[in-house]
Structures are given as structure tokens and as C-alpha cells.
């Protein structure tokens, strides 16, 4: 088996920050068949044991909420060229879809999520930590539209959800996160300068 060690970005950044847009960013300045991407959203813990009210009542913004064990093994896999079987996460449904993702080991990995510079562990394996920032107005309106839109929510639901959890978890578990990064990028994906640098960063990989 070749043995090479892989380049790893870490990008974290609260809900609705413009995360997906940077590490989108990743994908078109490396070429797609050059990166594995690890979205830490299909790491929630598999909920298919409990019914569908219970569910909605997880407090998703907890780092409890995650299977860190499955995401570690799956991180070392690909850092030592094994493939892996990465779970898809149902947002309609709250747990697992039965469907998964083979990833294949490439030269670099991206993980991208809220808490992907929160683990000690997983932190210290990446080259280049990025945390991206935008105004929690701005990320509230963009997650009222997604989780309306696309993951079958009400208005209301979206509401509750952002005041009992979403904004006090960000304040206690994601920002502080912030000062692991070795980039902030500022302004969410709305940040052409940052992207291009970033681009500049990584385009000989
Ligand atoms: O894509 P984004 O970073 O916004 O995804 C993280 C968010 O997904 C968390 O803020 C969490 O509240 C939300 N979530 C949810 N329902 C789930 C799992 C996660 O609303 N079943």
C-alpha cells in the first residue's frame, strides 16, 4: 500500500457561517478526485432507536451530539489509505439515512463543521485550521431559509430551536473555538480576497 500523509484543513465556523462555501472553494482550487471531504453533520449519533418527537428534543448543538469515536477512526483510516463507508445524516428524519458514502484517501482532507476545531485530538492532525465568521444576524436569517427550505421545518420550530440551543451552544462550545484557527475568514463565503488567498494557499497541493 502507498504510504503518503495527507494534507488535512479543519473548517469550523457557527451555523450558517458560509462554511459549505469555502470548503466548496477547497474542492474547485485542489479538483474534486484530489480531496475527501468529512462533513461532521453526518457524524450526529444515530437516533433510529428512538421516535421521531423524542428526536427533535436532541440538543444537536452539544458536542455530545457527535459520534466522535466513528469520526476519529474514520480520520485515521484515510490518513493511512484505507477507504471508509461515511454515514449520510437524514435532517428530515433526525438520524442516519440507511445510505452511506465510500470515501476514498486523497491528498486532502477537508472536515467541515461547527465543532471540527473543537476536539483536541482531531485538531492537532490538521495543517491548516480555518474558522469562519459571520454576524450571527446574518447566519440566523441564512439558517431560517436552509432548515425551511431543505430540512422540513417551520418558522417557529426554527425559532425555538436557534434560543433554547443553537445560540447559547455557539456562545459556550463554537466560538471559543475560534482561537484555535490559524485563518479567520471573515464574512462567511461572501469573501472574495480570503477565498482567493486561501486558493493561493493550497492551489499546489
Ligand atoms: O450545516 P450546519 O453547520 O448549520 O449544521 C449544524 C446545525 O445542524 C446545528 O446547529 C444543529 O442545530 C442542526 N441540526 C438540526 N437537526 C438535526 C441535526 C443538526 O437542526 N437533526
Known amino acids: 500500500m502507498t504510504h503518503?500523509?495527507?494534507?488535512?484543513?479543519?473548517?469550523?465556523?457557527?451555523?450558517?457561517?458560509?462554511?459549505?462555501?469555502?470548503?466548496?472553494?477547497?474542492?474547485?482550487?485542489?479538483?474534486a478526485e484530489r480531496?475527501?471531504?468529512l462533513e461532521q453533520d453526518n457524524y450526529y449519533?444515530?437516533?433510529?432507536?428512538?421516535?421521531?418527537?423524542?428526536?427533535?428534543?436532541?440538543?444537536?448543538?452539544?458536542?455530545a451530539a457527535f459520534d466522535w469515536?466513528?469520526?476519529?477512526?474514520?480520520?485515521?483510516?484515510?490518513?493511512?489509505?484505507?477507504?471508509?463507508?461515511?454515514?449520510?445524516y437524514d435532517f428530515t428524519q433526525d438520524t442516519r439515512s440507511s445510505e452511506t458514502r465510500t470515501l476514498v484517501p486523497a491528498p486532502v482532507i477537508v472536515l467541515e463543521g461547527i465543532f471540527a476545531l473543537y476536539d483536541p485530538r482531531v485538531r492537532d492532525l490538521m495543517q491548516?485550521?480555518?474558522?469562519?465568521?459571520?454576524?450571527?444576524d446574518v447566519r440566523f436569517i441564512r439558517r431560517l431559509e436552509r432548515d425551511t427550505v431543505e430540512r422540513g421545518r417551520s418558522v417557529q420550530s426554527v425559532v425555538q430551536q436557534y434560543l433554547e440551543f443553537v445560540r447559547p451552544m455557539h456562545l459556550q462550545f463554537v466560538?471559543?473555538?475560534k482561537r484555535y484557527a490559524d485563518v479567520i475568514i471573515p464574512h462567511g463565503g461572501h469573501n472574495e480576497p480570503a477565498l482567493d488567498?486561501?486558493?493561493?494557499?493550497?492551489?499546489?497541493l
Open 128 to 136: 491548516l485550521k480555518i474558522f469562519v465568521d459571520a454576524d450571527p
Open 197 to 204: 488567498m486561501l486558493s493561493a494557499r493550497i492551489g499546489a
Open 35 to 37: 480531496v475527501a471531504v
Open 45 to 63: 449519533r444515530d437516533q433510529s432507536d428512538l421516535r421521531p418527537e423524542q428526536r427533535r428534543q436532541t440538543n444537536y448543538d452539544h458536542p
Open 175 to 177: 466560538e471559543p473555538t
Open 69 to 88: 469515536d466513528l469520526l476519529t477512526a474514520h480520520l485515521d483510516a484515510l490518513r493511512s489509505g484505507v477507504p471508509i463507508e461515511m454515514p449520510l
Open 4 to 31: 503518503f500523509s495527507p494534507f488535512i484543513i479543519g473548517v469550523a465556523g457557527g451555523t450558517g457561517s458560509g462554511k459549505t462555501t469555502v470548503t466548496r472553494r477547497v474542492i474547485e482550487t485542489v479538483g
